[in-house]
């Protein structure tokens, strides 16, 4: 991560915990008396930081979706994860045909023949392959719009070199649709048509102006 911020890339991470009962929050703060008050969401504002415990079981890729602005996302655990390039840290040969599989581009430590094998002080050159092999969030939409049937066989194909990350439509498209959480995968043709659309039906309102613009449309139903 310290290497990756040296070079000039936001990195954001994400941590995985399996006790149940864990909490961030602290017994006794104000924060927690207002979880066990009922508060669903609590956010502290401090002047350096803005924490926001939100008290609810999430998935991964919801996650994903809601981190913004970075380059890198570095996730540590979620080893059941199939199509994301993965680092593998092991202390023997157990370890290795426990946390391996197709996925991996590299082993810190003990490593299989599968993988280049690098020393914990190697940090530029695991700092490269990352930069190298990077995919973006592939979460089995399998759109086939790449090409490929599966959202794992893009990643194979990927990591393999036989096409570049960005060649994911769903993931580096300038439209993003979601209907009930679930992404929607979107041609060109609709892409361009509701940016156009979009872009048009509200440069006349004060302030709709920008780079990025997010709509959201709730359906209800009447009568």
């Not at 999430?58 to 080893?79: M, S, V, Y």
């Amino acid at each position: 991560m310290r290497e990756l911020v040296r070079r000039g890339h936001r990195v954001a991470t994400i941590k995985h915990i399996r006790e149940p009962d864990f909490t961030i929050d602290q017994r006794g703060k104000d924060t927690w008396r207002h979880a066990h008050a009922g508060a669903s969401v609590v956010v502290s504002i401090a002047p350096r930081e803005v924490a926001t415990i939100d008290r609810r079981a999430g998935k991964l890729e919801d996650i994903i979706r809601t981190i913004k602005g970075i380059d890198f996302l570095i996730i540590e655990g979620f080893r059941e994860l199939r199509v994301a390039p993965k680092i593998v840290v092991a202390r023997n040969n157990s370890e290795f045909k426990k946390l391996a599989d197709e996925f991996t581009i590299a082993c810190v430590g003990f490593s299989g023949v599968r993988s280049p094998a690098l020393k914990r002080e190697e940090i530029k050159a695991l700092t490269k392959l990352v930069e190298q092999k990077a995919l973006p969030p592939l979460f089995g939409l399998d759109c086939r719009r790449c090409g490929y049937k599966t959202c794992e066989d893009f990643a194979r194909a990927a990591l393999a070199g036989k096409i570049h990350a960005t060649d994911c439509k769903a993931a580096f498209g300038n439209v993003e649709l979601r209907v009930n959480g679930k992404l929607v995968p979107l041609s060109p043709f609709v892409q361009e048509f509701l940016t156009g659309a979009t872009v048009g039906m509200l440069s006349s309102l004060k302030g709709a102006k920008g780079e990025e613009i997010e709509l959201r449309l709730v359906r209800k139903n009447v009568g």
